[in-house]
T-cell receptor, first 115, second 116 residues
Framework: DTGVSQDPRHKITKRGQNVTFRCDPI?????LYWYRQTLGQGPEFLTY????????KSRLLSDRFSAERPKGSFSTLEIQRTEQGDSAMYLC?????????????FGDGTRLSIL | AQTVTQSQPEMSVQEAETVTLSCTYD???????LFWYKQPPSRQMILVIR??????QNATENRFSVNFQKAAKSFSLKISDSQLGDAAMYFC?????????????FGTGTRLTIIP
């Protein structure tokens, strides 16, 4: 179990630029989740995948955000035309399919800073 | 929509003592799951303990235990024999029992400091 891996750990960019983050889940997990965490807050759900299918998207996921999981393995989260308010920690998690008590395993996160 | 409330932004405890972190939640569902996650500084979030709503028995994991009061919608975490490594942000989280409703709803967290 190598854990959930996220890349990069930290991204600094200018407002208006596009950024893309990658998440590699635990290999046998077919569910993958993205959350956003701002300073002093708990993580907020953005979206989740069951294999390659994106099954739920939060209203927080505006048109500038897109997530993919093309082969049901790794996932990417892209933010277009970044804004100051996008500065946050973006967390990825994965879990196996099963009962709801299956815990989600989190990665270290990607911290996005918008200049 | 479900909400999770953690009313203690910060707590501190002497090493080797016991501390209880509070969590309340609001839901109209009868089937759900509750979790406590720990997030050490600059490190990944890890599961501490979980509780199924249909189980009356409180969950325990070594020094960690919960007091689950379903009627009161309360889910507190007790840490016994506190250790320096317990210092972290602690988040309470809720997950619906509906299949396909996979998201976790988190509280705002409690920062726990351990005093040597």
């Amino acid at each position: 179990d190598t854990g959930v891996s996220q890349d990069p750990r930290h991204k600094i960019t200018k407002r208006g630029q596009n950024v893309t983050f990658r998440c590699d889940p635990i290999s046998e997990h077919n569910r993958l989740y993205w959350y956003r965490q701002t300073l002093g807050q708990g993580p907020e759900f953005l979206t989740y995948f069951q294999n390659e299918a994106q099954l739920e998207k939060s209203r927080l996921l505006s048109d500038r955000f897109s997530a993919e999981r093309p082969k049901g393995s790794f996932s990417t989260l892209e933010i277009q035309r970044t804004e100051q308010g996008d500065s946050a920690m973006y967390l990825c998690a994965s879990s196996p399919t099963g009962r709801g008590n299956q815990p989600q395993h989190f990665g270290d996160g990607t911290r996005l800073s918008i200049l | 929509a479900q909400t999770v409330t953690q009313s203690q932004p910060e707590m501190s405890v002497q090493e080797a003592e016991t501390v209880t972190l509070s969590c309340t939640y609001d839901t109209s569902e009868s089937d759900y799951y509750l979790f406590w996650y720990k997030q050490p500084p600059s490190r990944q979030m890890i599961l501490v303990i979980r509780q199924e709503a249909y189980k009356q028995q409180n969950a325990t994991e070594n020094r960690f235990s919960v007091n689950f009061q379903k009627a009161a919608k309360s889910f507190s975490l007790k840490i016994s024999d506190s250790q320096l490594g317990d210092a972290a942000m602690y988040f309470c989280a809720y997950r619906s029992g509906d299949f396909g409703n996979e998201k976790l709803t988190f509280g705002t967290g409690t920062r726990l400091t351990i005093i040597p």
